[in-house]
């Protein structure tokens, strides 16, 4: 069974870190694109971040540049996003998600991260930002 499961999320004060994690099992994580986008209430999912998606190899949305970091690590099946300096509207729900490495690189030339280009998404982990 396919699967993507995140963790790591939680509640958190302003300037504070979260490590999310998004562990796969019933397939390789290695030759997809991982997307991290996340969802407040009220609003459309946003793309935040993705690895092996871009010329460059990660691409971040501009809010969250200079404080976000995604990784991989192949041998254990699973990706991260290190979220440092973290402020209330970091608030949200996060989901990972798979992609094709050349169709979502060829959107991101044009800046776009859409989630209808992925695949198969966890069920999401909730990170709250507040004093």
């Known amino acids: 069974q396919v699967q993507l499961v995140e963790s790591g999320g939680g509640l958190v004060q302003p300037g504070g870190s979260l490590r999310l994690s998004c562990a796969a099992s019933?397939?390789?994580?290695?030759?997809?694109?991982i997307g991290w986008f996340r969802q407040a209430p009220g609003k459309q999912r946003e793309g935040v971040s993705c690895i092996s998606c871009s010329d460059s190899n990660t691409y971040y949305v501009d809010s969250v540049k200079g404080r976000f970091t995604i990784s991989r690590d192949n041998a254990k099946n699973a990706v991260y996003l290190q979220m440092n300096s973290l402020k209330p509207e970091d608030t949200a729900v996060y989901y990972c998600a798979t992609s094709n490495p050349k169709i979502i690189t060829t959107f991101l030339r044009m800046g776009v991260m859409m989630p209808a280009l992925f695949g198969s998404w966890g069920q999401g982990t909730q990170v709250t930002v507040s004093s």
């Open positions: 019933g397939f390789t994580l290695d030759h997809y694109a």
